[in-house]
């Protein structure tokens, strides 16, 4: 038995009882990253992973600690001290940040080993997994490497559902975790927006910026979510919260006592009809526990304005928050005869042509004379479509949806343009980025041998009800500790 192919209860009671060590899993660990062959990493902590394990000598110690020498990958835009960070893109080539994010301080202090950054698309923009500066990152559920694994956390999924690590930080701006999660077979879970510091962590679009990761089970969501949450004077967005013991109160959900609502134009918009079959599978199991499950019409109108209000929003916000990548402070430089030239050159051979387009994008929709009727207009759809969620929400405890059209297209049949087939379909994940609340995909079923997930969300702060919810959803299923190397099995046994 390997231990990294178990969950991290597992991993961390095999430790106490000295069947493993910190050492011998973290150079499992980076043996498996030197073998992966999907484009996972940006850069493998060797030495770094090494020096730290042998300092995890303290077990004994730490018997409520589950994070004690557990493995772990980390997406390539959080800033890691003496560690290069490049966010997947040619602009950041050389640079080493002098600071650690908030989580990774966290993560550090729970005796936790970071053995690799992974690649994402480039700055987080994109949801393919295609655009980094190192190439395409590869589904590895798909032999063929035909299939897209997902973005923009794609390296953090592949690492996981590979069986590198166990859990793997990703961020999540409109689905950049929840949808890999559904592609990858994971669980991958965004809390609340503020619930967990975004300090060291590049900004994308910081209104809809979450902090999220990856699991291959929820009770390993409850333990990583204990161990990162609560302010951080680094981050006025963080909030003080009463911490909770999420993974001890997991065992206290009621079925029964649940109401469920699901949007009925998202639901009608999945074409997938196996897809559709098993979600139907699912509403029954859960209506035979003792679970209310009612159909509500969220608004058309609303639902198709999710993508451009997003794509509005985010590169506004892009383009502003990464105007210090210009080759003169931090990063790559290429050399001109005036500032404005170095900046220029820097810019031009440092992005790619999609986050050219969505900073001339961003540009536009924030001059002066298009503010009113892109920028501002935008802001108000996102206002009306937060109020109807929130409407929609009073009622129930949780939102039940499937988290993705169907399985991973192939790159031939993907594109980061818009996909008018899949407006609402593939777009509504960007749901709970608008409002912040806390959502989690967890894997549902097969389709030739490609996982697909289903998504949850629950009210603002409402992370126990949530993950309880997502642990009854996962012994239904039955798809609990998912990965390649098990899934032929567990598929057997699914739902």
Known sequence: MNYLDLGIIDIHNALLE???TPLELTKEALKRAKEDDHNAFEYICEKEAIEFAKTLTKINENKDNYLYGIPYTLKDNYSTKDIPTTASSNILNGYVPVFDATIVEKLKNKGAVLIGKTTLDELAMGGSGTTGHKGTTYNPYDKNKERLCGGSSCGSAVSVANNIVPFSIGSDTGDSVRKPASFNGLVGFKPTWGKI????????????????????????SAIILQALEGRDV???????IENKNYLNNLSNYNLKDCKIVILKEVYDSMSDKDVVLKFDKLINELKNKG??????????????AIFPVYFVISCAEAGSNNANLDGIKFGQRIDGNTYQEVMINSRTAGFSELIKRRFVIGSYVLMKENQNELFLRAQKARRLIVERLNEVMKDYDLLLLPAS??????????????????????NHLALENFSGIPSLTIPLGFKFDMPYGINISSNILQEEKLLGFAREIEKITGLKNLSIKNFKELEKEAL
């Open 18 to 20: 000295g069947k493993t």
């Open 405 to 426: 059209p169907s399985i991973a297209p192939k790159f031939k049949d993907s594109s980061d343009k818009v996909n008018f087939d899949y407006l609402i379909a593939d």
């Open 291 to 304: 679970a209310k499950v009612e159909f509500v019409e969220f608004g058309k109108d609303l639902l198709e």
């Open 234 to 240: 680094k981050d006025s967005t963080s909030f003080d």
């Open 197 to 220: 510091s975004r300090y060291g962590l590049f900004p994308f679009a910081p209104s809809l910026d979450h902090v999220a990761y990856f699991t291959r089970n929820v009770e390993d």
